[in-house]
């Protein structure tokens, strides 16, 4: 089945690992690129921009950032896209409980399109990783392809296991020690699979985040995706993967690996 290609960025969270910054981290600048007619100047390139690039890739026919209230930074810089010769919209989170309540939101926009998700403080190559997801996905017909990256700080990690039929069994979310040795970065999924989430956080706010309190309550459990991921393949959704085993990425939500890039040690 042909599906509409929609990208997906969630850009809710709150940078607290990086500390006070100037701007949203989506916006830090790490590179510079040609704008395009009258901006064909050099033009600084923030780092969600990368993701973005990666997704016009695919040909995806728009993509929807996720914010929370105060980062209006983010769609004062981006626009509507024009400069990088992809559509942008923007929708706005409700919930502070974890990525699949930040990507709910785009439910009633994207339920019967095929989702390209990434994040967009994470850099990554080979640029053209969502192209083998895609035609992974074409020739599987699976629900959700991941894909995976040489595991480098498994504390910070979702790490995944395999099955004997070789897809992915279990999402290990930020174990305190382990062995394996692949983490999931990006995915592609179909509409099953967002309407399963869509159900899922329904289930969620329903039986435990009614309470308006809740919504304040600095002791609320975080939702990882790597947990709908799994009950997902519990319920017996195929979950394929890609892995990209001399693939590099670097995650800037960090005051180390943004440092990194201060002193030219990571290359893009």
Not at 82 to 93: D, G, V
Not at 141 to 151: C, E, K, M, R
Not at 218 to 231: R, S, Y
């Amino acid at each position: 089945m042909s599906y509409d290609l929609v990208g997906v960025i969630p850009a809710a969270g709150t940078a607290s690992r990086l500390g006070p910054l100037p701007c949203s981290k989506e916006l830090l600048p790490v590179g510079y690129h040609h704008g395009t007619g009258e901006e064909s100047t050099y033009r600084p390139k923030v780092v969600s921009h990368y993701l973005l690039e990666r997704m016009r890739l695919v040909n995806v026919s728009k993509a929807y950032i996720i914010l929370r209230k105060g980062k209006w930074d983010i769609p004062s810089y981006l626009g509507d896209g024009n400069h990088i010769n992809l559509p942008i919209a923007y929708l706005m989170m409700t919930l502070p409980f974890g990525v699949p309540f930040t990507f709910d939101q785009s439910y009633p926009f994207v339920k019967e399109a095929m989702v390209v998700f990434g994040f967009p403080d994470i850099l990554f190559k080979p640029e053209d990783a969502f192209v083998h997801l895609l035609d992974r996905q074409a020739e599987s017909d699976a629900d959700i392809v991941l894909g995976l990256f040489p595991s480098l700080q498994p504390k910070n990690e979702d790490l995944v296991k395999f099955g004997k039929d070789d897809r992915v069994s279990k999402i290990v979310v930020k174990p305190k020690s382990s062995k394996l040795q692949h983490t999931w970065l990006i995915a592609v999924w179909t509409p099953a699979f967002t309407h399963f989430l869509h159900d899922y956080v329904a289930i969620l706010k329903k039986t435990n985040y009614d309470n308006p309190k809740a919504i304040t309550d600095d002791n609320f459990k975080e939702l990882f995706l790597g947990e709908v991921f799994n009950a997902a393949i519990e319920a017996n959704f195929r979950v394929d993967y890609v892995y990209f085993n001399t693939g590099r990425f670097i995650d800037i939500g960090t005051p180390e690996n943004l440092l990194k890039f201060t002193q030219n040690s990571w290359r893009i």
